[in-house]
């Protein structure tokens, strides 16, 4: 136990003097950056999106999900390097907005966590961010076609959903989003959106709350299913822009949104608290 | 014990005299509003029939299921506001046509029960309705390309499927169905019809009984899934009018019922009977 | 106990009055016609083949299978109108070819079963017949593209598919085969050939022996699930009449047959013996 | 216990006579062609692909994947025919690269482990092969539409996936591969790709280790199914080959690979050591 607590201290001391050489973290921050993660009901439910987000297939394999530090706004908390479905609260690591991780084990963390740092740090609005290869989203993404809300569930993607192509301004890559350079361009593309999607790869989703980072993620997988189908019929009609915005606010409401989350919770196999 | 009394007493008192103000109830129903909901038969198989729809993806986290108050015409039943896959017996609550709560514990009913209400008064013929999502609908309700019966089983949903939308006479909305009013202008659209769309939203289902309620919306989607399929590969043939009754008579005798209502209780979990 | 010997005596004699009047049946018979199905290999593959045709959702609540009785190439076996997925040995009873049922019970018969009738009687190769409403089937059905053998696999379900429409014959109807009239419409457009589509319903399926209609139903709606995609994005090359010949005999040859009948048994939790 | 060690000492003779007539065993090998397959993890990880690729529906009924014997180059292991499904460490047998089995109980072999032999005699830098018949490239392989990777997690497929036609120098066969010419001739299709379709039939996958085969042969599913879709609504953009080569060293990286293959083994309920 004691060399543990060595470990800790001199993790503390060591990010307590890199944190400081580069500025960013004010003095209580300190003793914050070695503290482990509380058993608090944000995190467990973060841990329960991981799940959700598995069991509808909005990730597979890959994809993440994360929060914004409730402790500290220039902070998120993640999971290590693991596939959302086995994701359990002590894979929970907190990282620095840069991508610094935090973990006093040291674990791999995700490749492409910097989405979801250049995402807090465009958007102050955003505290929940899922990245996720849903595979209805990517006939979309590679056709340039627009994926538009069409149902009333759907509404809480938003009106637009820009495609950001990494190869616009970084050429040949092996796709993945592994700076903060990168993530800043996604950044910059998803603007005051909720979703875009990006080309070859998947989407990344960006809300105010978890439950609504997770609601949403769900919603633009099942939009894309529904419009496939609907171009091979049709022309589909999109809802108004002001369907969307009334439609949007009921949806995210705590009547429909708790239904949702209570019903999906049920279907993964967790606590919907 | 003696608190919950007075509460159902008080309850009570507030909704007769209501109701009174309204003139639509008569003497004896005041005695009915408090009484619990007895384990009998229909009501047991409206939560087999929530669950049914659930496990069979006609409804998903939204969508509910209703049947006509078999004491009080004027009365239907539905569950408070909860996903159907997890409605049980308690979740059961009595409500006027025009949509007024009669639980005693004055929990929240969904948002949209309006749809059964105006059903109910508009066809003495019908005794059980569904409202859902499912997606294979949505491509025809965003597209306007008309569902129409190709198979068998699918007589059910009779000859006719017309499309509603909100935006024709209540224009940019949230897109529920929240009042009496926007109930009744769907119901008109759904006239004599088993089955209705809702443009961006839905299908409602409206039948004599319950059972046949959810084998109709079963195979509305079904139907729906086989045209979908069928419209990328050539012109689908429809049944005639004449083979849809014959058909729907057919289905919807007690040998094909009860062998597919037995078929989905099993699927679902539930007892059949 | 007795009584129950005496109801068999009557329906004994009653049957065998029948028969002979029919002048169908030679004196052995008569002793068999009230003997109960023994639980011999054939009747557990029958039980298992419902069970795996409902789990490969071949069937639903609606479709069957039968077998030639193997005491008496003029009867066959099948179950009591029930689903497949709910079938058990029990379940079984003996009919007439022209569908007269030979149940001491007098259990309901399902109402198609002059479909399996009408093809054992015009081909004496067939002793296994399989009735469905698989829905990949059904866009060929109501659209008069041609289904044809795409994959090695599928092999098994013939060079030709016809497709038999009740109206061509009988005008408006139910949909349904009811009498052994349609039934032997049917059989003479099914002809030599293994499967045959039912306009707006299903299809049949007609075999040497059972294992190979339940893999040859299986492969027919395989098969169609892959033309549906291939025509979406080209033109499908079908195989040649002779590939489907030599594939089909490997196909049906034990060692491919056996392994399948294994797989198929196993995801279904039924005994493979 | 000495019966069966005369029996394996007799077929260790057989098998050393004939391999010595065949001038393709270096003495050393005589022994080991009557070592028995020992549990070590190289073969676990074989019977835990076979499960992976059942559960992924990458295989059915039919499909084997093998590893080269990582005692003998000139050797490889896989199932006695069976369903992936269904194999077990005691299932699997070594066979010399032409086909000849060295299992000392003559249990009947895959008839299409050829093609596994002709991959490992035409690449020395394979060392696991994948042959499948995934429903989703069937379209391409029957339409000659061209299959490419379209999305990041398939740039593991590799840039070029030929298109082999049996017909091409065999003519009218059974379809299936039975024989080392037939096997060359689809190896040198193959050439240096990853992945080959065969018409009417399905695929073959080749790479330098067991877990890259199967992430490989679970992400050529995905992209077909992603790029049926595409199709449907526009005209899909490729990853460029650079784009291909940068992404398929990331995802085959074991921060990648390790990831997947605990997911996958997690999802079939297999040990992922």
Chains 1, 2, 3, 4 share one sequence.
């Not at 991981?50 to 999971?79: C, Q, T, W």
């Not at 791999?108 to 966590?113: A, Q």
Request: net charge neutral; hydrophobic share 45%; charged share 25%.
């Amino acid at each position: 136990m004691s060399s543990s607590v060595g470990v800790a201290r001199r993790e503390f001391v060591r990010t307590a003097l890199g944190a400081l050489a580069a500025g960013a973290v004010a003095p209580r921050a300190f003793a914050q950056s070695a503290a482990p993660l509380t058993e608090r009901i944000e995190f467990k439910r973060l841990v329960a999106a991981n799940r959700i987000l598995a069991h509808e297939e909005v990730v597979d394999a890959f994809g993440h999900v994360s929060l914004r530090d409730p402790d500290n706004p220039k902070r998120y908390v993640m999971a290590r390097s693991r596939s959302p479905e086995l994701v359990e609260f002590a894979d929970l690591i907190r990282f620095e907005q840069d991508g610094r991780s935090l973990d006093p084990g040291n674990r791999t963390p995700y490749g492409e966590r910097m989405i979801h740092g250049a995402v807090y740090e465009a958007r102050s609005d955003v505290n929940a961010v899922v990245h996720n290869h849903a595979y209805a989203l990517l006939p979309f993404s590679v056709t340039g076609r627009t994926l538009e809300p069409l149902i009333h569930v759907a509404s809480v993607i938003g009106s637009r959903i820009p495609l950001w192509d990494i190869a616009s301004r970084f050429h040949e890559t092996d796709m993945l989003v592994r700076s903060m350079e990168q993530g800043r361009d996604l950044a910059a593309t998803l603007g005051r959106n909720t979703c875009a999607l990006m080309r070859g790869h998947g989407a990344v989703v960006a809300t105010a709350t978890l439950k609504q980072a997770v609601i949403a993620a769900i919603y633009l997988k099942v939009n894309a299913e529904v419009q496939l189908q609907a171009m091979a019929i049709g022309t589909p009609r999109r809802l108004s822009d002001a369907e969307v915005e009334q439609s949007r606010e009921t949806q995210f409401s705590p009547l429909a949104l708790d239904r949702a989350w209570e019903y999906f919770c049920a279907r993964a196999g967790v606590d919907p608290s």
